[in-house]
């Protein structure tokens, strides 16, 4: 039985991840989107869903997955998530300037785009990860210029040898200067 939490910013290959891996372990592919649609309601200032009902989401959540053995679960939403439902919480990382480029290529307004590059120049994915679940359920994976077979066996080699990876990515050793500071001047208009 293997129970994992697929998480990460949007765009840097959750759901491919969370597909693969479900065939590669014979599990369940869970989308925490339809157990909690009822209490799901747009917000178009911020462009996203957001939960009407937190505390009933995670009882309709916890729920669903208490009868299942192994599954994959593919979500941002992670705060809805009981530690106690997972093995390992695995965190993508994708270099900003790629995940900039494939945000764009779908279309998305600018300052969103702008929003979620920034959350992952800081790691907000990660940090919310070892805050609700901890190092040693966590196994962060750098996606960038990897093919997907070789992501299944990274993440499946760390889930069955048990070893946690925390730490491997960090895009300010490695951004330009020029490429941050334009973000950040990006994110203040966007906020004006």
């Known amino acids: 039985m293997v129970r994992l939490l697929i998480t990460g910013s949007p765009g840097v290959g ?35 869903n957001y939960v009407t009902d937190e505390e009933k989401a995670r009882e309709l959540i916890k729920r669903k997955l208490s009868g299942l053995g192994s599954y994959i679960i593919d979500t ?23 995940l900039m480029r494939r945000l764009l290529m779908r279309n998305w307004p600018r300052c969103k785009v702008v929003e979620n ?19 040693d359920k966590i ?7 990897k093919g997907i077979k070789d992501i299944i066996k990274y993440i499946i080699n760390h889930v069955l040898s ?28 966007c906020l004006t």
């Open 117 to 135: 590059v920034l959350a992952e120049v800081v790691g907000s994915s990660l940090s919310m990860a070892i805050d609700l679940f901890g190092k």
């Open 139 to 145: 196994i962060e994976v750098d996606t960038t210029g």
């Open 14 to 48: 959750k759901t491919t991840v969370a597909m693969e891996l479900s065939k590669a372990l014979n599990a369940v592919l869970i989308d925490i989107n339809d157990i909690i649609r009822p209490l799901l309601r747009w917000d178009p200032g911020l462009l996203t």
């Open 76 to 98: 941002v939403a992670i705060n809805l998530i009981d530690g106690s439902l997972i093995d390992w919480c695995i965190v993508l990382r994708l270099n900003p300037m790629e």
């Open 162 to 189: 048990g070893n946690n990876v925390v730490g491997v990515v960090d895009w300010l050793d490695v951004l330009d200067t020029d490429f941050l500071v334009g973000l950040s001047r990006e994110m203040d208009e």
